[in-house]
């Protein structure tokens, strides 16, 4: 079992900025990928980013702003939010892979104003 918490929502202007947390009860070291997903009312699940043995990958809609990185020391995963949009309104979630079985935080809420 893995338990994950995320922190670091919050309301923000457009062309702000914030930092999401992923906290995870275990060592993240363990993990074969770690990721951050987007869903905002609506609309479906969004995969945003994601590190899969130590490569990164970016939804197109996000490369350039958002930069996703881990702390082993802290077992902790990060998403950095930069220039963030309106359209990046939405709960953002956490995801793990460990032994075959993908694990989910309960999210936090992102708005961004106009």
């Known amino acids: 079992q893995v338990q994950l918490v995320e922190s670091g929502g919050g309301l923000v202007q457009a062309g702000g900025s914030l930092r999401l947390s992923c906290a995870a009860s275990r060592s993240i070291s363990v993990f074969s990928r770690m990721g951050w997903s987007r869903q905002a009312p609506g609309k479906q699940r969004e995969l945003v980013a994601r590190?899969?043995?130590?490569?990164?990958h970016y939804a197109d809609s996000v490369k350039g702003r958002f930069t996703i990185s881990r702390d082993n020391t802290e077992n902790t995963v990060y998403l950095q939010m930069n220039s963030l949009k309106p359209e990046d309104t939405a709960v953002y979630s956490c995801?793990?892979?460990?032994?075959?079985?993908?694990?989910w935080g309960k999210g936090t809420q992102v708005t961004v104003s106009s």
């Open positions: 995801n793990v892979r460990y032994n075959s079985v993908d694990y």
């Open positions: 590190i899969i043995v130590g490569n990164t």
